[in-house]
């Protein structure tokens, strides 16, 4: 069974930094695409940041300020975010995706004050 377990959440003030990890139980290579989407209270779950094979692609709404990266020898995505706002106050959920199915983490919270 795939587990994904997402950690580095926690408080900051706006314009500080976090760095999300995501641990997997199984060889990143063999997933699709891996990636992050977030939520707020009272909002639908949105897309964040994804990583394929061939291509990364990032939300507008962070474009410039959040990097997904990787690090295949401990099986792990990472999510660094600088320049953060209080609109990204959500929990932000580790994703990944293989030919038959997909995969999502318990999520950990990310506050940002004003």
């Known amino acids: 069974q795939v587990h994904l377990v997402e950690s580095g959440g926690g408080l900051v003030q706006a314009g500080g930094s976090l760095r999300l990890s995501c641990t997997v139980s199984?060889?990143?290579?063999?997933?699709?695409?891996m990636g992050w989407y977030r939520q707020a209270p009272g909002k639908q779950r949105e897309f964040v940041a994804r990583?394929?094979?061939?291509?990364?692609i990032y939300a507008d709404s962070v474009k410039g300020r959040f990097t997904i990266s990787r690090d295949v020898a401990k099986n792990a995505v990472y999510l660094q975010m600088n320049t953060l706002k209080p609109e990204d106050t959500a929990v932000y959920y580790c994703?990944?995706?293989?030919?038959?199915?997909?995969?999502w983490g318990q999520g950990t919270q990310v506050t940002v004050s004003g």
């Open positions: 199984r060889n990143i290579f063999s997933f699709n695409a």
């Open positions: 994703n990944a995706i293989d030919s038959s199915n997909e995969y």
């Open positions: 990583r394929t094979t061939t291509n990364t």
